[in-house]
């Protein structure tokens, strides 16, 4: 009898390189072969594969034939730990697996990381970057992130200057506040490390050449540069983007979605424009009651995209975003779970980042964080001190300040009890799946070679095949569709054997069908009824004379 291989551990000392979560990934899929299988969408830009996990149980059915739901996460380069918590995820369904049958009923496809290039980036160097930045043509006068001093890391470059905007803070000299009227010099300006591209020696640097902003990149409201900063050159231009949207739309048993992030802890739901006004009234309902059970779970706030900002702030707009796309163009209930930053982990709560209604008081927000982090016994390098450095073009510099892949993340220690509560969430999203089943199979003789062959086909599942009111219209939702094959040597005498029952709603919806075939004497065999159900999975059967 073959050893059976543990499912291996997850640690949360620190976060992953490509090539560390590949190799978790390997072991997932070689531990557990019948309920985990290793694939790519594709390759990114320069040559990473991006994973895809299928996390059921294969022994029981194909996983195109179940219900499904999508896991992404790192869309955002910097936005690490939600590859963590995708991780998380995938192994504790594998381990829970003895205990419940819900990979049997639903097959979990799982992206941990879209965006393998950009966070290798900011892994292993702390460089700071949206999703990418286009570098293929770069522009005089334009400061291009770089390790100039050596040290393996990516920070900052404070140097003297009569205008400089910033001072270093006479309660924490460590950080630098907005320069006053009355404030004391010396001043700083502050600039990424890196070196200018031919740079004429003025003080108009620019930072960086074009960056992308991949949730921007979806295809619902999508809006072209400058109106929509990052959105790239079309829907979907971005190659990573484009192999999940095939994905998506070549997988019609999707009936639900959620995307990780890293932000100011939340559980955020649509509309990402407009208003919750805006969307079918039963579905902003049924978003919003599940959204709640996220919140329990997680202990995050609910909050629409619309209101994801400070107190001082305007409604957003965020076109071409992952939520009204995954609504208005897929018909499903998605969310997006914010996992929180360091800022979280220092105890600030989500309320009181967005409260802060003065420069004052976000300065005095990071001055509790660095107080915070001094009093950690076992802490994150999340602060490089100030060091002088001769810059090649600029002269005497100082490097130093925040590693960004830390400050715009929570703590991988935290981030084990943040993902603890996301896997409950997603559990309670995916046992809502719609279930389309045959029943009631029965066979009547009628007289001489005739059967009279009835079945009921019903949905006992919680969501509707069509998930949402908005859904009912979308092509993407395919409905239920029953495909009759009469048996060799049988003969079908009704009207039609092929049927599109439409969508069925969830729990008690069903529909009763009934044909007469001729089928010769000892031919045992009547026919197979298929069953395509879309969102709520594929069924058939093979029926007999003798179905009772």
Partial sequence: ???????????????????????????????????????????SREGREVYLLTVTDFDSGAPEDRPAYLIHGNIHAGELASTHAALYTARRLLVDHPRSDLLKRVTFYIVPRLNPDGAEFVVTTSERVRSRTDRTE??????????????GLILSMRQEHPDGPFVADPEDPRLLIRRRANSQGP????????????????????????????????????RPEPEQPGAGDFPFSEVEMRYLAEFIYSHPNLFGALGYHTGAAAVLRPPSTGSVNDLDEADDRMMED???????????????????HGVRNRDINLRGHFLNFGYHHLGLLVFELELGTIKDSAGISTSEQFAAQTEEEQEAQMRRLLKWWDHQKSRDPLFQPWRLFDHPQLGRVEIGGFLFRHLANPTPSDLLRISKG???????????HPRVVLEDVRV??????????????????EFPTHITNKGKSLRRLHTVRVEFYSAVGVGLLSAEGHVDLGHLPGVTGSQFLEWFVSAPEGNEDLCEIRVMGAAGGNVSRRVKKHEV
């Fill in 138 to 151: 770069l522009e005089p006068n334009t400061l291009y992130q770089e390790d100039v001093d050596g040290d």
């Fill in 444 to 461: 009547d003789a009628v007289g001489g070679s005739v059967y009279r062959v009835r079945v009921r086909v019903a949905n006992r599942g």
């Fill in 422 to 432: 996301t896997y409950r969430f997603t559990l309670e999203n995916a046992r809502r």
């Fill in 187 to 222: 001043f700083y300006r502050v600039l990424p490390e890196g070196r200018i591209h031919t740079w004429d020696g003025t003080d108009r640097i620019r930072s960086e050449g074009r960056n992308f902003d991949w949730n921007r990149n979806w295809s619902y409201d999508w």
């Fill in 290 to 308: 599940l959204a709640r059970i996220g919140s329990k779970e997680t202990g995050f706030p609910v909050i629409p995209v619309v209101k994801y």
């Fill in 1 to 43: 009898m073959a050893k059976r291989v543990c499912v291996p551990s997850l640690p949360f000392r620190r976060f992953f390189t490509y090539q560390e979560m590949a190799e978790f990934l390997k072991a997932l899929a070689a531990a557990r072969p019948r309920l985990c299988r290793l694939g790519s969408l594709g390759r």
